[in-house]
T-cell receptor, first 115, second 110 residues
């Protein structure tokens, strides 16, 4: 079945540095990918929609200059958390739709801890 | 966008059947209903998807009434490893602008 791979699975960084998270569709092409953030004991919150070949669409309240999204190819989207702060510590998850009407495929998430 | 409402939590014993109902009153004609399972520190895992009536696979059944304003996920004979959060998602095939509800925390005890 369709697989979405997310890397790294966890990362620790110092405050003020930037961190890049990769999301790959392994056996299918994804013109669109979605990025979510999940805080402990909370649901997933959609941050942005990544579009291959064009700018990402950000949800209200999500800073596009802080969370840089690049969808360079049909199988890769990256999320870069710039100038990370401790409050950016969270669980970040990506997903990609397969063929129309098929379920969304989710990555296994990235645990970001900013110290 | 169809909003979903689920119970916050459900408790069960091993071997019992667990039924989780999700309300989605403003589901659109093109929308599908999909259920996911999430363990701590993991991404959601697909369980089952349906459009109407009943769908069954090797792990669950999904019951959807004719008006499609709700759906029920049925987990037969749960085990301890079924302890997880279950999410009901409603959306068209593009899954754009999908918003997760709160999910249902299912706790299975011996």
């Amino acid at each position: 079945g369709a697989v979405v791979s997310q890397h790294p699975s966890w990362v620790i960084c110092k405050s003020g540095t930037s961190v890049k998270i990769e999301c790959r569709s392994l056996d299918f092409q994804a013109t669109t990918m979605f990025w979510y953030r999940q805080f402990p004991k909370q649901s997933l919150m959609l941050m942005a929609t990544s579009n291959e070949g064009s700018k990402a669409t950000y949800e209200q309240g999500v800073e596009k200059d802080k969370f840089l999204i690049n969808h360079a190819s049909l199988t890769l989207s990256t999320l870069t958390v710039t100038s990370a702060h401790p409050e950016d510590s969270s669980f970040y998850i990506c997903s990609a739709p397969g063929v129309y009407n098929s379920p969304l495929h989710f990555g296994n998430g990235t645990r970001l801890t900013v110290t | 966008l169809a909003k979903t409402t689920q119970p916050i939590s459900m408790d069960s014993y091993e071997g019992q059947e667990v039924n989780i109902t999700c309300s989605h009153n403003n589901i659109a004609t093109n929308d599908y209903i999909t259920w996911y399972q999430q363990f701590p520190s993991q991404g959601p895992r697909f369980i089952i998807q349906g459009y109407k009536t009943k769908v069954t696979n090797e792990v669950a059944s999904l019951f959807i009434p004719a008006d499609r304003k709700s759906s029920t996920l049925s987990l037969p004979r749960v085990s301890l490893s079924d302890t997880a959060v279950y999410y009901c998602l409603v959306g068209d095939g593009s899954w754009g602008k999908l918003q997760f509800g709160a999910g249902t925390q299912v706790v299975v005890t011996p």
